[in-house]
């Protein structure tokens, strides 16, 4: 098992939603709003501001980091 997924699977099913969800669409897009996310993912932006940390911490050939804090978290994504 790869140490990507030996981190993934010590993710709960929503950080594991979130993590797909940024994988799939952080080639065409760098900022993501929590608000954003959640709205795709059937989340509040609270619930995936939570589920980031996990994310961030990771080892997931994403680098995640907090960007700005203004209607909503924005979360800079870079592969």
Known sequence: MSTSAAAAST????QERILAYLRENADTQ????SRLIGDA???S??????NMAAIQ?????????????????TWKVSC
């Open 11 to 14: 993710l709960t099913p929503k």
């Open 30 to 33: 760098t900022y993501f709003k």
């Open 41 to 43: 993912l059937g989340l």
């Open 45 to 50: 932006a609270k619930e995936v501001g939570a």
């Open 57 to 73: 911490e990771g080892e997931f050939a994403l680098d995640v980091e907090k960007w700005g804090y203004s209607s909503s978290t």
